[in-house]
């Protein structure tokens, strides 16, 4: 008789287990790693009523009381674990830093860029087989990771790769399609899994590229493996304020989820608060974070995924609205607790606040970690030139010119210039992607343009400056009367939730009041 397909694929498997500590080495040939009996037990039956039965029956008592031994959690391997990295979609959010780039392309901390965080993270947990997938904007993101990334010079990955997977159309009728969402994106290259090179890949971890935090993948695929999960998610409390902003998860006592809802509003979303107590919260935070939040980073065994994905849910586009869900019904689908800072980098405001909170002391998150760095493309600037400035609470990246300046709780990017009598505060400056000579800017200055960086006597606060901006002299960017949106494109800025962005590119002229 054939096997069902599902059976040839892996199936999930039952989400309610029976463990039996009590087992007779003549019903069950489990091999131990302390015993000396290996392959399949061939027992010799004797006839009723003789000595040898007698003796054996004596035996099998003395088995049966005795308590067999634990067999031993394999040990996680990050050779058999493959990451695919979102690259997300059009990140009308995080507009207008999206504007001509994607969003794990986009600038963070002064010299990074947010695909750096999941990268990084994967080569210090020692994952080195690595696929990203892109669709929007993608150029200055295929370069970022050449640079970066590459076999050749920067990172060396030794046996492990880095490829970059570009939306494509293929043959058939699916295959006209853009990617629909985070599982269809997976879905259009789930063929890659199939081939015999990857054989050896056990688990693939899906990981979102606009996410700011530090993590060992390797405990979450260690947890993944000792609870025998089809699935695992990872997690962490949340509170009333951003909670309706996330996939919301409830568990049992064994850590197993029982319901997962996308971004619930209203009675749906008060019906999802749960004692938080349960993992490991202090009644007061329990009070304070009555939720559990999915962080968007999934773990799948390799044959569930290719199961779900290919035969169970060929239509779903989503892994939080849809698959995961649905997969909770009938897969052992487990909760990672995870207890360290994450942000989720999705809007405007959220990047700004981000961005800010690392000049904190002391700060949440850290870039630089001597164990678990941060990595980024070498850019080989020369260190920064400081003159007579006063710099509170900010940082200020390699490669700037600040002369004379007030730069306070605010980050100034890679070859920043700051001009004399320059007050910035509370600002994400982005810096630039080149240098202009001073006989170059003494020429724009003398013709009555504006050179790259930011003019003299020019006040900045609560900003985002993007990349290559040119801002004049005596330019106040304060938002005074408090907008909370505008689109000024023309004139070179956006404001959204009241933070002034200006573009990439863009000139600000002398004087100018925003």
């Given at each position: 008789?054939?096997?069902?397909?599902?059976?040839?694929?892996?199936?999930?498997?039952?989400?309610?287990?029976?463990?039996?500590?009590?087992?007779?080495?003549?019903?069950?040939?489990?091999?131990?790693?302390?015993?000396?009996?290996?392959?399949?037990?061939?027992?010799?039956?004797?006839?009723?009523?003789?000595?040898?039965?007698?003796?054996?029956?004596?035996?099998?008592?003395?088995?049966?009381?005795?308590?067999?031994?634990?067999?031993?959690?394999?040990?996680?391997?990050?050779k058999?674990?493959?990451?695919?990295?979102?690259?997300?979609?059009?990140?009308t959010?995080?507009?207008?830093?999206?504007?001509?780039?994607?969003?794990?392309?986009?600038?963070?901390?002064?010299?990074?860029?947010?695909?750096?965080?999941?990268m990084?993270?994967?080569?210090?947990s020692?994952?080195?087989?690595?696929?990203?997938?892109?669709?929007?904007?993608?150029?200055?993101?295929?370069?970022?990771?050449?640079?970066?990334?590459?076999?050749?010079s920067?990172?060396?990955?030794?046996d492990?790769f880095?490829?970059?997977?570009?939306?494509?159309?293929?043959?058939?009728?699916?295959?006209?399609?853009?990617?629909?969402?985070?599982?269809?994106?997976?879905?259009?290259?789930?063929?890659?899994?199939?081939?015999?090179?990857?054989?050896?890949?056990?688990?693939?971890?899906?990981?979102?590229?606009?996410?700011?935090?530090?993590?060992?993948?390797?405990?979450?695929?260690?947890?993944?493996?000792?609870?025998?999960?089809?699935?695992?998610?990872?997690?962490?409390?949340?509170?009333?304020?951003?909670?309706?902003?996330?996939?919301?998860?409830?568990?049992?006592?064994?850590?197993?989820?029982?319901?997962?809802?996308?971004?619930?509003?209203?009675?749906?979303?008060?019906?999802?608060r749960?004692?938080?107590?349960?993992?490991?919260?202090?009644?007061?935070e329990?009070?304070?974070?009555?939720?559990?939040?999915?962080?968007?980073?999934?773990?799948?065994?390799?044959?569930?995924?290719?199961?779900?994905?290919?035969?169970?849910?060929?239509?779903?586009?989503?892994?939080?609205?849809?698959?995961?869900?649905?997969?909770?019904?009938?897969?052992?689908?487990?909760?990672?607790?995870?207890?360290?800072?994450?942000?989720?980098?999705?809007?405007?405001?959220?990047f700004?606040?981000?961005?800010?909170?690392?000049?904190?002391?002391?700060?949440?998150?850290?870039?630089?970690?001597?164990?678990?760095?941060?990595?980024?493309?070498?850019?080989?600037?020369?260190?920064?030139?400081?003159?007579?400035?006063?710099?509170?609470?900010?940082?200020?990246?390699?490669?700037?010119?600040?002369?004379?300046?007030?730069?306070?709780?605010?980050?100034?990017?890679?070859?920043?210039?700051?001009?004399?009598?320059?007050e910035?505060?509370?600002?994400?400056?982005?810096?630039?992607?080149?240098?202009?000579?001073?006989?170059?800017?003494?020429?724009?200055?003398?013709?009555?343009?504006?050179?790259?960086?930011?003019?003299?006597?020019?006040?900045?606060?609560?900003?985002?400056?993007?990349?290559?901006?040119?801002?004049?002299?005596?330019?106040?960017?304060?938002?005074?009367?408090?907008?909370?949106?505008?689109?000024?494109?023309?004139?070179?800025?956006?404001?959204?939730?009241?933070?002034?962005?200006?573009?990439?590119?863009?000139?600000?002229?002398?004087?100018?009041?925003?």
């Amino acid at each position: 008789m054939q096997a069902p397909i599902y059976s040839i694929l892996g199936s999930c498997q039952p989400t309610s287990r029976v463990h039996h500590r009590r087992r007779s080495v003549f019903r069950d040939p489990v091999v131990h790693s302390n015993s000396r009996i290996s392959g399949n037990l061939n027992i010799w039956a004797p006839t009723k009523g003789s000595s040898a039965a007698c003796l054996l029956a004596d035996v099998y008592k003395d088995f049966m009381t005795l308590d067999a031994p634990e067999l031993a959690k394999p040990e996680a391997d990050p050779k058999t674990v493959a990451s695919i990295i979102l690259g997300g979609g059009a990140g009308t959010r995080l507009f207008p830093l999206t504007k001509s780039r994607a969003k794990p392309a986009v600038p963070i901390g002064g010299c990074y860029r947010l695909i750096d965080v999941p990268m990084s993270n994967c080569i210090n947990s020692g994952i080195n087989k690595i696929y990203i997938l892109t669709q929007f904007n993608s150029q200055s993101l295929n370069r970022h990771i050449a640079r970066t990334y590459n076999l050749g010079s920067g990172v060396n990955f030794g046996d492990g790769f880095v490829e970059v997977l570009a939306a494509t159309q293929t043959s058939g009728e699916s295959g006209k399609k853009w990617f629909q969402g985070t599982a269809d994106a997976v879905r259009q290259f789930i063929w890659l899994f199939e081939d015999a090179r990857h054989r050896h890949i056990e688990n693939i971890l899906i990981l979102s590229g606009d996410h700011l935090y530090r993590m060992d993948y390797m405990e979450f695929v260690q947890k993944h493996i000792d609870s025998d999960a089809d699935i695992s998610v990872s997690c962490l409390p949340m509170d009333e304020s951003r909670a309706s902003d996330f996939g919301l998860i409830k568990i049992d006592e064994m850590g197993q989820i029982r319901q997962f809802l996308e971004k619930p509003k209203g009675e749906t979303l008060k019906s999802m608060r749960v004692d938080t107590t349960a993992l490991g919260l202090s009644p007061v935070e329990a009070k304070k974070f009555p939720y559990i939040a999915s962080m968007g980073i999934y773990l799948f065994k390799t044959d569930v995924l290719l199961k779900l994905l290919r035969w169970s849910y060929p239509t779903a586009n989503d892994f939080g609205s849809e698959v995961i869900p649905m997969a909770a019904e009938e897969c052992n689908v487990q909760a990672y607790l995870f207890n360290g800072y994450w942000e989720d980098i999705g809007t405007i405001k959220s990047f700004f606040d981000a961005n800010l909170a690392l000049t904190d002391q002391p700060p949440k998150f850290h870039f630089y970690d001597p164990l678990k760095p941060i990595f980024t493309s070498p850019r080989f600037l020369p260190p920064t030139k400081i003159e007579k400035c006063r710099v509170m609470d900010s940082i200020i990246s390699h490669g700037c010119f600040l002369r004379e300046c007030s730069v306070e709780h605010s980050i100034v990017g890679i070859r920043s210039r700051l001009d004399y009598g320059v007050e910035m505060k509370d600002t994400m400056m982005m810096g630039a992607d080149y240098y202009q000579t001073e006989e170059e800017i003494a020429a724009f200055l003398a013709e009555g343009k504006v050179p790259i960086g930011v003019g003299k006597d020019t006040k900045i606060m609560n900003c985002i400056i993007d990349k290559n901006a040119r801002i004049g002299k005596n330019v106040v960017i304060t938002n005074k009367d408090k907008v909370e949106e505008a689109d000024r494109p023309s004139e070179g800025f956006y404001i959204r939730s009241g933070i002034t962005v200006v573009l990439k590119n863009s000139v600000i002229m002398d004087e100018t009041i925003i």
